[in-house]
């Protein structure tokens, strides 16, 4: 049973144009998110958060929309540079879980120059 | 930023033999590393949870006895697969947290892609 989904495998952008992957859970006791962007034989890297007490967190061209009541979060890249392409994981805990995160499946996007 | 060191970044070995993959904090002190294991075009699978100076929590499905982890200081924890089979094969990812700061921020280290002949 995957507690996090990313239904999207793929993603291709335009250089410049808005980047949005899209990430849903099922677990309700979610209440903190992360997004990770991973090259090929590297391991991840946190990109930006958000808290459940939150429905948006900006950092630069990131932003993390969180929709509580539709249990979807989404991560928007704008604008989308051709350094961006990666795979994108989500990622969720629950606090006091000594913060053990569930991974969605992944997103590769891939930014067209 | 923090970083962790996973080493080897590759090996290849044969069936049968051990390999052991170490994952270090280098800036900062580590109570709880876990250890992935990522399939190609999969998730990132939590396989256990290794605590320092205490007994590592295994997943559900995940062989004690078959991936022994040792997390002997606060900056560096060890994954050794014992007797290593073909379908061992795989990308094993380690993160930890900085003990002294509670977000959900995980720091991973680049990943020790493992080949079993």
């Known amino acids: 049973d995957q507690q996090v989904k990313q239904n999207s495998p793929s993603l291709s952008v335009q250089e410049g144009r808005i980047s949005i992957l899209n990430c849903d859970y099922t677990?309700?006791?979610?209440?903190?998110f992360l997004w990770y962007k991973k090259y090929p034989a590297e391991g991840p890297t946190f990109l930006i958060s958000i808290s459940s007490i939150k429905d948006k967190n900006e950092d630069g061209r990131f932003t993390v929309f969180l929709n509580k009541s539709a249990k979807h979060l989404s991560l928007h890249i704008v604008p989308s540079q051709p350094g961006d392409s990666a795979v994108y994981f989500c990622a969720a805990s629950v606090s006091g879980s000594a913060r053990q995160l569930t991974f969605g499946s992944g997103t590769q996007l891939t930014v067209l120059p | 930023g923090a970083v962790v060191s996973q080493h080897p970044s590759r090996v290849i070995c044969k069936s049968g033999t051990s390999v052991k993959i170490e994952c270090r904090s280098l800036d900062f002190q580590a109570t709880t590393m876990f250890w992935y294991r990522q399939f190609p075009k999969q998730s990132l699978m939590l396989m256990a949870t290794?605590?320092?100076?205490?007994?590592?929590?295994?997943e559900q499905g995940v062989e004690k006895d078959k991936f022994l982890i040792n997390h002997a200081s606060l900056t560096l924890s060890t994954l050794t697969v014992t007797s290593a089979h073909p379908e061992d094969s795989s990308f094993y990812i380690c993160s930890a947290r900085d003990r002294l700061f509670n977000t959900g921020e995980l720091f991973f280290g680049e990943g020790s892609r493992l080949t079993v002949l």
């Open positions: 290794s605590n320092e100076g205490s007994k590592a929590t295994y």
């Open positions: 677990n309700s006791m979610f209440d903190y």
